[in-house]
């Protein structure tokens, strides 16, 4: 009998209004906490996270705050050239479309440049020298020639106008100057007399009073060039010319 009469109120019309009526209670209920949901969170709603590099941090902080976000400093480097405090650098990046409230978070550069060791150039080239300076982080100043036979050999660095010592502490990013030598030597030397050589006496002659050869002219027809001789020389050998050791000689061969 219990289990008729349920059956009977199943199929009652009082017992469908009611279940339509809860069925549409709960869609409304639902209804109502999804447009909660999605108003709360602004569901779909994005910004696109402005440029904040090259900026200081207080016009970021600004900016960042006109568009509901939050500016985080996680890092500070030390970039040359650069202003101290801007920002180098953003995540996420620029453009990138985010939640309001999202955190950016930016490095800083630093108000102080890191110390780097001078590095010892003495007796290198110019072209190490100046990776070697790269490496460190500092950069080739004023560069000036004295005399010595090592052309282009750093024979002195200098910052500031006075000699720094190797492991000397110095600001990242400084400038170096350097002293080089400009390939001729401070003592003068007789100029040989070449006339009569070949090409291969000639150069021996010349290094054996620290001398160069300079440029090397045959005459229209030579075609035995080890056997050539010079007829002519720049400068001429005199007996009261005299040139600085490291400068050079031109031959004309016949």
């Known amino acids: 009998m219990a289990s008729a009469s349920i059956f009977s109120f199943i199929k009652s019309k009082s017992f469908r209004n009611n279940l339509l009526v809860a069925v549409g209670v709960l869609l409304l209920i639902g209804l109502t906490m999804q447009f909660w949901l999605s108003s709360f969170t602004k569901h779909g709603e994005t910004i696109a996270v402005p440029d904040f590099r090259g900026m200081n941090q207080e016009k970021a902080i600004a900016i960042s705050e ?30 990138t479309n985010v939640k309001e409230g999202r955190a950016i978070y930016v490095t800083l550069n630093a108000s102080l440049p890191p110390k780097v060791k001078m590095p010892n150039l003495i007796d290198v080239s110019l072209r190490q020298a100046e990776a070697m300076l790269e490496s460190y982080g500092l950069k080739i100043g004023r560069t000036t020639f004295k005399p010595d036979l090592a ?104």
């Open 66 to 95: 006109e568009n509901n976000l939050e500016i985080v400093v996680v890092d500070s480097l030390y970039e040359i050239g650069k202003k101290p405090g801007v920002i180098l650098d953003q995540d996420p990046a620029p453009k």
């Open 151 to 254: 052309k282009n050999a750093v024979l002195e660095q200098l910052y500031k106008g006075s000699s720094i010592a190797p492991g000397k502490e110095i600001n990242k990013g400084a400038a170096i100057d350097l002293v080089l030598g400009n390939g001729e030597g401070t003592a003068e030397v007789a100029i040989p007399d070449l006339t009569g050589l070949t090409r291969g006496e000639a150069n021996f002659v010349l290094k054996g009073s620290s001398l160069l050869l300079g440029n090397v002219r045959f005459d229209p027809g030579v075609r035995d060039t080890l056997a050539a001789t010079i007829y002519r020389q720049i400068p001429a050998a005199d007996e009261n010319a005299v040139i600085h050791q490291g400068e050079t000689v031109d031959i004309y061969l016949k």
